[in-house]
C-alpha cells in the first residue's frame, strides 16, 4: 500500500520545479549584445588618432602652410605701336624668344618719310624767314638813325631860327615853320622807332634759339621720331606669344597688337588662406613642386605678402581679386604670397611658364622642426605621384 501511495502521489515535471529549470534557462537564453573589449579600444583608437591628426593638422598648418593653389607669374605686356597705319611685315612667329631690339614688325613707314621731308622744308622756310627778318631789322635800324639824324638837324635849325627871330633878323613865319620841321622830325624818328621795335619782336632770338626755328626743329624731330616708331621692337628679353598679327592688318597707336612675356622676372604666386599667414614673414624658406616637372622639389624664399585683395563686392580695383562664398561658413579668404625661386632666372625650368601649376610648402618655423620635416615627407610623396596626375 505504501508503495501504491507513493505511485498515486502527484510527481511534476522538471519544468514545474525552479532548481531544476535554472541551468537549462540560464543556458538557453540569449546573451546581451554589447561593446567588447576589443571594440572598445578599437574606438579609443580611432579616436585617438583623428584628435592627433587634427592637432598636427592645426599645428602645421600655421608652422608650415600648404597650398596646391600656386601659380608662375611674369610681367606680361600688350605691345601696341606708337604710330597709325596698315603693317607691311612680320618678322616674329608665335612663342618665339627674342632679345632685347629684335624687331617684331613693321607698320607701313611712307606717310611718316614724307611727315619727315615736310618738317625738313619747313625748317628750312623758317630758317629763311629769320633771314629775310634780319634783313628787315637792319633796313629798320639805318631808318631810325636816318630819322634822328634829321631831327637833331631840324632841332639845330629851330634854335638858330629862334635866335635870329629874337635878334630881329628873320620873320615870325620862319620861325613856325622851323618848329614844324622839328616836329616832322620827331614823329620820323617815333615811327622808326616803332618800326624797329616790330623787327625786333618778328625776328626773336638770334639763330638757334629763335621760337620758329626751335618749333619747325622740334616738329621735324617729332616727325624723325615717328619714322623710328613704325619698327616694332622687342623692349628686352622675352617671348611673343598668342601672335595674332598679319601683313595688311592696321594697327592703331596704343591699341595693342600681340602679348610680349618679359623674360627679366618671374616669380612664384601661393593663393594662402588667411588664417594661415600668421607666422608667413619675408625670408622664409619655401618648397616649390610644379606639376610640369614631377619628381623634382625646388626651392624658394618668401618676398612678400599681399596687402589687399579685392572682395568681389564692388568693380575692378586693381587687386587681386577673391571668389565670395554663399555657403553658410565662409572659409578663409585668400591672400597672394609672392615667391622668389633660388636661382637665377636664366637657370629657371624651360618646361615651368608663366600659369603654371605650383604646390607651395612655407617653412614659417624653419626647417628644423617635426612639423616641417613631415611636410617635406609629404611633399616629396606627392612629387611622385604627380607622375601618375
Known amino acids: 500500500m505504501d508503495d501504491k501511495n507513493q505511485h498515486d502521489l502527484p510527481t511534476g515535471s522538471s519544468e514545474d520545479r525552479p532548481a531544476d529549470r535554472a541551468p537549462e534557462a540560464l543556458a538557453d ?3 546581451e549584445a554589447g561593446p567588447t573589449r576589443t571594440g572598445v579600444r578599437v574606438g579609443v583608437l580611432v579616436i585617438g588618432l583623428m584628435v592627433a591628426f587634427v592637432a598636427w593638422y592645426a599645428v602645421s598648418d600655421k608652422l608650415a602652410p600648404y597650398t596646391d593653389r600656386g601659380t608662375v607669374s611674369g610681367y ?3 605691345l601696341a605701336p606708337r604710330v597709325s597705319g596698315p603693317v607691311i611685315s612680320v618678322h616674329v612667329e608665335d612663342n618665339t624668344i627674342v632679345q632685347e631690339g629684335d624687331l617684331l614688325y613693321v607698320v607701313d613707314p611712307r606717310p611718316f618719310e614724307i611727315a619727315v621731308q615736310q618738317a625738313e622744308v619747313e625748317l628750312e622756310q623758317a630758317t ?20 634822328r639824324a634829321k631831327f637833331e638837324n631840324a632841332k639845330t635849325s629851330n634854335a638858330r631860327t629862334q635866335s635870329l627871330v629874337q635878334r630881329g633878323v628873320a620873320a ?3 620861325e613856325e615853320a622851323s618848329r614844324a620841321e622839328l616836329e ?6 617815333d615811327a622808326a622807332e616803332a618800326d624797329l621795335s616790330s623787327a625786333e619782336a618778328e625776328l626773336g632770338a638770334a639763330g638757334a634759339s629763335n621760337p620758329r626755328i626751335k618749333a619747325a626743329r622740334l616738329k621735324l624731330e617729332r616727325a624723325q621720331l615717328d619714322l623710328i616708331y613704325t619698327r616694332v621692337v622687342a623692349p628686352t628679353l622675352g617671348v611673343v606669344t598668342n601672335l595674332d598679327l598679319a601683313v595688311g592688318q592696321y594697327v592703331s597707336a596704343g591699341s595693342a ?3 610680349f612675356i618679359d623674360g627679366r622676372g618671374a616669380w612664384i604666386t601661393a593663393d594662402m588662406r588667411e588664417n594661415q599667414l600668421a607666422n608667413i614673414e619675408p625670408g622664409n624658406k619655401v618648397g616649390l ?6 619628381g623634382q622639389i625646388f626651392t624658394g624664399t618668401v618676398h612678400s605678402v599681399g596687402w589687399g585683395i579685392d572682395t568681389g563686392r564692388t568693380a575692378s580695383s586693381g587687386l587681386v581679386q577673391n571668389e565670395p562664398e554663399t555657403r553658410w561658413f565662409e572659409p578663409a579668404r585668400r591672400f597672394p604670397v609672392r615667391i622668389e625661386l633660388d636661382r637665377a632666372l636664366s637657370e629657371w625650368p624651360r618646361t615651368v611658364r608663366v600659369g603654371a601649376k605650383a604646390t607651395v610648402v612655407v617653412y614659417a618655423a624653419g626647417e628644423s622642426n617635426p612639423s616641417a620635416w613631415i611636410a617635406m615627407a609629404l611633399h616629396r610623396a606627392q612629387s611622385l605621384l604627380s607622375y601618375l596626375y
Open 29 to 31: 537564453a540569449p546573451v
Open 172 to 174: 615870325r613865319k620862319q
Open 257 to 259: 597688337a600681340l602679348t
Open 128 to 147: 629763311q624767314s629769320i633771314d629775310a627778318s634780319s634783313a628787315a631789322l637792319i633796313a629798320a635800324q639805318a631808318k631810325v638813325s636816318q630819322a
Open 76 to 78: 606680361i605686356a600688350r
Open 184 to 189: 616832322v622830325a620827331q614823329a620820323e624818328v
Open 289 to 294: 613642386l610644379f606639376d610640369a616637372l614631377p
